[in-house]
């Protein structure tokens, strides 16, 4: 061997040792406590941490991950963990783990101390907000549905307050339509005045007056005669025609007038609707009892997995923040094109991860997590998430895969799991639905896929031998007993979950088996109830409307009635100079036919 190469050898050497002995277990374990109580908000902790810089190799006997939410519990926990990495990317600052085994994995496990940390949580730094719009949006849903209160007194609304609140919009818009009928109305007069035909009456008369029938004697003075008549017909016929032009413009002047009279009944209609959700009246639709009953569990399980999707996100960008693109070179100029090396490496990246833990119900797990990394392009590999778990009366299978391979991420989940034992599940708070499930074992599938802020879901949950648990405060009324009869009588449920759409405009609808039988029972107990308040409301606002309303439409029905007079005198005078014409030119055409037979005698003496 060289003394050369033996002296770099050496090097090396003596650099791993330096590196063991300044970089100490204690100070990785520090080192990651520190960074992940900053990332997650509340105590991260790490017990037995080991680093070798042989192999390269790390394990920890126990990680505990605080719920910042719930500082004595923890989020996350594990038990032995080992991992190996691969040595030359290491002296490139760049973490490849070829396999790590996570054992002992559990959730919402308790602390023995508390894992608060004084210090504020650091607001997120997110460039991708769609989630926690999504998460917001379906916040609301429930909110909604959670505000209606099912045993309100209806027999009890308050007609009278509610009109004074509501500010009435239709009166104010009646007044305005009433001002504009009256000025169409004058518009109309002024248009008519213009437009009497008496003069061109009267110059039309004197004209047919003017062809004296006497003087025709002869073929040539009928002729004359007769040409005259018929001009003046043609007067007669553009006035006529005059007048049919300016009705038709009145016709559809008023049906527009006619038009907003009926606009009136669709103010009404406003006014009402605003009435009625002043007055809260319950709405026993499907879809507002299903929210109420299942809309907080499913939403709340819904946002946790969307907030592991979010941090995903966030962490994924702030990871490949730094994997800028070079600058595109100047066209038409020669470039080099550079080929990834079978030995490239991304900055971060975990190959493939085996988990092994278990459910809070002591259900074991199984799994593994593939392709974590800080440049999923370079790997061409999208994040895959398997999980799997069995007892003897329970089956769980999670999928996921996080696809980062392009500009918009995605992400799809898969869940099925049978099973699940439904003793002391929370329902609706409200003091007429049951309080939560005493007993019942229930089977869910689950799947959701997300595009950018695309969302598409479906949540199927089935479950049997069904017992309600009310509490001990029940309500009591005849609304209360109909609810319990149904829910007694109901040992099987079927609840169908979909949401579709954008982020800030999701369609969020829960249908279940409950929903039918409870809107029936309700409605056919409640529903006069629920119609007399209607009827009260609708009454007052009647009274304050109906004048104004019969007062518009009468100035519409007594203006047209005028103007139409008018019209109807214009046409009778027009009518009365087309009948003077026609029979002023009928006398033509007589005295035609005598001058006729006098030739046709004189013809005849001839002879």
């Known amino acids: 061997m060289r003394k050369s190469g033996l002296a770099t050898l050496l090097i090396i050497l003596a650099i791993f ?28 902790e790490i017990d037995g941490f080991s680093f070798s810089i042989f192999g390269p190799e790390v394990h920890w006997d126990r990680l505990q991950v605080t719920d910042p939410n719930k500082t004595m519990q923890n989020m996350l926990e594990t038990g032995l963990c080992e991992f190996n990495m691969e040595f030359w990317p290491l002296l490139r600052g760049k973490f490849v783990i070829e396999n790590f085994q996570l054992s002992g994995l559990q959730q919402n496990t308790q602390r023995e101390t508390d894992g608060k ?77 213009e437009t009497d035909p008496q003069a061109d009456v009267n110059r039309i008369s004197k004209q047919a007056q003017s062809i ?75 879809q507002n009892i299903a929210k109420i009953l299942f809309g907080d569990n499913i939403v709340n399980q819904v946002n946790e997995y969307l907030g592991y999707v979010a941090t995903a996100r966030t962490h994924f960008n702030k990871l490949s923040s730094g994997n800028d693109k070079e600058p595109s070179p100047p066209r038409f100029k020669g470039q080099d094109i550079y080929f ?3 030995n490239a490496r991304p900055d971060f990246w975990l190959q493939n991860m085996a988990i092994d ?20 392009k370079m790997i061409g590999k999208p994040v895959k998430l398997n999980i799997t778990g069995a007892s003897k009366t329970r089956n769980y299978a999670l999928d996921g895969e996080l696809n980062y391979l392009d500009s918009i991420p995605k992400e799809s989940f898969a ?95 829960v249908k ?52 139409e007079a008018q019209l109807e005198k214009y046409q009778k005078k027009i009518d009365a100079v087309k009948e003077e014409v026609n029979k002023h030119k009928k006398k033509i055409e007589d005295e035609k036919n005598k001058v006729g037979d006098k030739i046709k005698d004189k013809l005849k003496d001839l002879f």
């Open 340 to 342: 990834s090396s079978a």
């Open 212 to 286: 004296d029938v006497k003087k025709i004697k002869d073929l040539k003075s009928f002729q004359s005669s007769l040409k005259a008549i018929n001009e003046v017909q043609s007067s007669v016929d553009s006035l006529n025609d005059a007048y049919k032009e300016t009705r038709k413009e009145f016709n559809r002047d008023y049906k527009s007038s006619s038009g907003t009279l009926a606009e009136i009944d669709d103010w009404i209609k406003e006014d009402y609707k605003r009435a009625l959700s002043k007055a809260k009246l319950p709405d026993f639709s499907t």
């Open 415 to 509: 869940l099925n799991y049978t099973g699940i034992a439904l003793n002391g599940m929370a329902l609706s708070k409200s003091d007429l639905f049951p309080n939560s499930i005493k007993e019942g074992k229930g089977n869910v599938d689950a799947t959701l896929k997300i595009t950018g802020n695309t969302f598409n879901g479906k949540i199927e949950f089935k479950a049997g031998n069904i017992v309600f648990d009310y509490g001990e405060n029940q309500k009591s009324g005849k609304l209360a007993s109909i609810v319990r009869d149904v829910f007694n009588n109901t040992k099987t449920l079927r609840v169908s979950v979909t949401l579709k759409g954008k982020a800030s405009n999701l369609v969020f609808a």
């Open 117 to 193: 940390i004084d210090k504020p949580k650091k607001a997120k730094d997110s460039k991708d907000n769609a989630i926690d719009r999504a998460k917001t949006q379906l916040k609301k849903e429930t909110k909604s549905s959670s505000g209606i209160n099912l045993s309100a007194g209806l027999g009890n609304v308050n007609a009278d307050s509610i009109i004074a609140i509501l500010d009435l919009r239709t009166p104010t818009l009646i007044d305005s339509t009433k001002k504009a009928i009256e000025e169409n109305f004058e518009k109309w007069q002024d248009k008519l005045a």
């Open 512 to 563: 279940s088996n409950l929903d039918d039988a409870l809107s029936k029972a309700f409605k056919a107990t409640a529903s006069k109830e629920i119609e007399a308040a209607k009827q009260k409301i609708r009454k007052k606002i009647d009274d304050q409307i109906a004048k104004k309303k019969a007062e518009a439409e009468k100035i519409i029905a007594e203006n047209r009635a005028k103007l």
């Open 357 to 376: 833990g278990k459910l809070n119900e002591e259900m074991p797990l199984g799994g593994s997590l593939t392709n974590v990394t800080t440049d999923p």
């Open 17 to 44: 040792f330096a590196i063991s002995y300044i970089l100490t277990d204690a100070f990785f374990e520090s080192l990651i406590e520190d960074m992940g109580t900053d990332a997650v908000g509340a105590k991260v």
